[in-house]
Nanobody, 116 residues
Framework: QVQLVETGGGLVQTGGSLRLSCAAS????????MGWYRQAPGKQRELVAA???????NYGDSVKGRFTISRGNAKNTVYLQMNSLKPEDTAVYYC??????????WGQGTQVTVSS
């Protein structure tokens, strides 16, 4: 019902910044919340940041104060501004969308690598 495509990943040095984008298509008007999750090799997927249709946000403890999630005016794009990046931020970052009561939709992921 909702298709998601992430862009903006890449290689960055410690202390640098990246801006991830997630473009949604399909039943975008039914989206209640969108978020970013990440998964590093050998680790479980964890919440990075989430934003509701009303604009409230929630962040994982490890990224508070460094990352910012936002949505475009058209509500079909969500962004993740990542500042002060650390090597431990290295992971595949996935965009997620919750549309009504349906199971969450997931993007294909984009690799973020932070070198020391």
């Amino acid at each position: 019902q909702v298709q998601l495509v992430e862009t903006g990943g890449g290689l960055v040095q410690t202390g640098g910044s990246l801006r991830l984008s997630c473009a949604a298509s399909g039943s975008i008007f039914s989206i209640a919340a969108m978020g970013w999750y990440r998964q590093a090799p050998g680790k479980q997927r964890e919440l990075v940041a989430a934003i509701t249709s009303g604009g409230s946000t929630n962040y994982g403890d490890s990224v508070k104060g460094r990352f910012t999630i936002s949505r475009g005016n058209a509500k079909n794009t969500v962004y993740l501004q990542m500042n002060s990046l650390k090597p431990e931020d290295t992971a595949v970052y996935y965009c997620s969308a919750q549309a009504g009561l349906a199971p969450p939709s997931w993007g294909q992921g984009t690799q973020v690598t932070v070198s020391s």
